[in-house]
């Protein structure tokens, strides 16, 4: 497919500020966009190269690699080339950082095994802010920053839950809103209010907080990338905006797959 490689520029700077950063995402990105359309062994064998070139610049290539099929994506108004580019790292073994030291023994728990989990949970408190991590996918500062000023946050209702406006912005990682299903309200007067609280209890149950983060693009299939970068706090407030223009939409998906999520943990 044919990049019109300035207005890839341009979407790269409604995604960051730093100049450095975009010029060095558009110079990869031309150089190494071939790489997309590889089957698996040969990417991994230019990957390989790449390593031995020098340590960071799979790296580099891989971001400029994800913004670009991202971009595909938007310009045909598919889901394609981002799926194809996630799958073909994953086929071809690939990582974003260095090479780790497996640990033989430990392995992540799936979506099933998580949910199962999560339904188990005796503890109120814990099960409470379980739950709305599991349904928000946030970070956990963001996360305990919703149930501590949740009341006073401003809030749309939309049929059966909640476009809640977060606006938790840091330098580096922003989050500007979140969809809550109705049921959960209850939750945030039992939930705990503190991170410690919350990882030291967690951790008996054999879960960990990320990982209600790792699986919350599984539970909303019906989701775009872009959609779950938005609900993850993964935008600029420029593609925000563009892209919560048709919001009461994207929340009915949400709410949609929320209320069959509570239906098996909560009321089974």
């Known amino acids: ?120 949970i005796k503890n109120e408190r814990l099960r409470a802010i379980s739950i709305l991590h599991l349904l928000t996918g946030l970070r956990t500062g963001e996360l305990i920053f919703l149930i501590k000023n949740f009341e006073r946050l401003n809030k749309v209702k939309i049929n059966e839950g909640f476009i809640i406006e977060l606006n938790y912005l840091r330098r580096t990682k922003k989050v500007y809103f979140t969809v809550l299903h109705e049921k959960c309200l209850e939750f945030f007067k039992k939930a705990y209010k503190n991170r410690k609280s919350y990882w030291n209890n967690i951790k008996k149950t054999g879960l960990k907080p990320y990982d209600f983060r790792r699986i919350f693009e599984s539970l909303y299939p019906e989701l775009r990338s872009h959609e779950i970068d938005l609900l993850q706090g993964r935008a600029s407030s420029e593609l925000t905006v563009h892209y919560t223009r048709d919001l009461e939409s994207l929340a009915q998906k949400i709410l949609k797959e929320q209320k069959r999520i509570l239906e098996n943990i909560v009321e089974n």
């Open 1 to 120: 497919m044919e990049v019109d490689w300035e207005k890839f520029r341009e979407f790269l700077e409604l995604r960051s500020k730093n100049k450095k950063h975009i010029n060095n995402l558009l110079n990869y990105a031309k150089k190494y966009n071939y790489l997309i359309f590889l089957n698996p062994l040969d990417f991994a064998l230019e990957m390989k190269k790449l390593t031995e070139q020098k340590r960071s610049l799979k790296r580099h290539v891989l971001q400029a690699l994800a913004a670009l099929s991202k971009f595909l994506d938007l310009q045909s108004d598919k889901e394609i080339y981002y799926k194809r580019f996630r799958e073909l790292r994953e086929k071809a073994g690939i990582r974003w950082g260095e090479e780790k030291i497996p640990k033989i023994l430990e392995r992540s728990l799936d979506k099933d095994e998580i949910l199962r989990k999560v339904k188990e």
